[in-house]
């Protein structure tokens, strides 16, 4: 399930893309308005997150431009500290699908989105696996082959990570952003939490899984084909 989340505040940003991502979500980010507006133009999303107070453009114009201008019936979720009834009902009448007020529960943001995305397409898919390997996002459970895998917290994000875009190639700077956004340890960091990874994941197995393409980045396949 692919979210864009459309949020000005770095911190906000970070926890919110974390949280969301280690529960089984695939999440893209903007950080202004006009940005946002681009990306839900242009991209797919199951459920856009947008904050009404952005600079560029404010939520309520973006809003108003996907339902009138772009004609998008993608579910939107406003997130705002303005919470008078004008303002809530503001939000709804430009087109959002339901309103957060600021600070909220990440445990009740997870469970709007599920809400909002049940009512407008069904059953959400929390769910994921390439080839032995699965993981349920609902118990938070990895396992290979029926064998229970003990991984750390951020083996669990990077796997969680890999198998989202499987079989796809992601970029060494794109899993840096997601792990440690702009403050990356060091250059050899990734590299190292790759190992630790395959440890788990690939070493007590016949067949890998975990691949690396040099000067890219990593890729969860059952098969790799060639470049």
Known sequence: MRILL??????????????????GFVVDCARDGRAGLHLASSQHYDLIVLDIMLPGMDGYQ?????????????????????????????????????????????????ARIEAIVRRATGAVSRFFKVGDLTYDADTMKFERAGIPLKLSPQSQRLLVLLMQRSPAVVR??????????????????LRSHIHMLRQVVDKPFPRSLIHTHQGVGYRLAEIVDEF
């Open 62 to 110: 973006v809003c108003m431009n996907l339902r009138d201008v772009a004609r998008s019936h993608v579910p939107i979720l406003m997130l705002t500290a303005r919470d008078t009834l004008e303002d809530r009902l503001h939000g709804l009448k430009v087109g959002a699908d339901d309103y957060l007020i600021k600070p909220f529960a990440l445990s009740e943001l997870v």
């Open 172 to 189: 060494r700077e794109v899993l840096e952003e997601a792990m440690w956004g702009d403050d990356c340890p060091d250059s050899d960091s």
């Open 6 to 23: 459309v949020e000005d505040n770095p911190d906000l940003m970070a926890n919110v893309t974390h949280f969301l991502e280690a529960k």
